[in-house]
Nanobody, 124 residues
Framework: QVQLVESGGGLVQAGGSLRLSCTAS????????MGWFRQAPGKEREFVTT????????YYADSVKGRFTISRDNAKNTVTLQMNSLKPEDTAVYYC?????????????????WGQGTQVTVFS
């Protein structure tokens, strides 16, 4: 069992930056692939980025590529999402997710554990 808690959301002006953190509990964190998803009002949850168990593989949605960076520290049971050059269309609730498996995935159905979400609002 893995429990996830996100933090770091907030209100930021377009062009600014935010750093989201996801802290996991559970002894097997280092074996879990992790991901970030987001959901804007009235829209479906969408994939943002994923990282494999070791941190050696990452993948990004085209909409955030070059602006967002995912990383992990298995010793601290944390996954971080650094978001730069934020745009109003990045406004959403951001969710951290964990897979039981080691390898990354881009579909929400492939993730087994979810955090409660943290709000990110970007104003112009």
């Amino acid at each position: 069992q893995v429990q996830l808690v996100e933090s770091g959301g907030g209100l930021v002006q377009a062009g600014g930056s935010l750093r989201l953190s996801c802290t996991a509990s559970g002894r097997t964190f280092g074996r879990n692939a992790m991901g970030w998803f987001r959901q804007a009002p009235g829209k479906e949850r969408e994939f943002v980025t994923t990282i494999n168990w070791s941190g050696g593989y990452t993948y990004y949605a085209d909409s955030v590529k070059g602006r967002f960076t995912i990383s992990r520290d298995n010793a601290k049971n944390t996954v971080t999402l650094q978001m730069n050059s934020l745009k109003p269309e990045d406004t959403a609730v951001y969710y951290c997710a964990a897979r039981k498996g080691q390898y990354s995935a881009t579909y929400s159905r492939d993730y087994d554990y979810w955090g409660q979400g943290t709000q990110v609002t970007v104003f112009s």
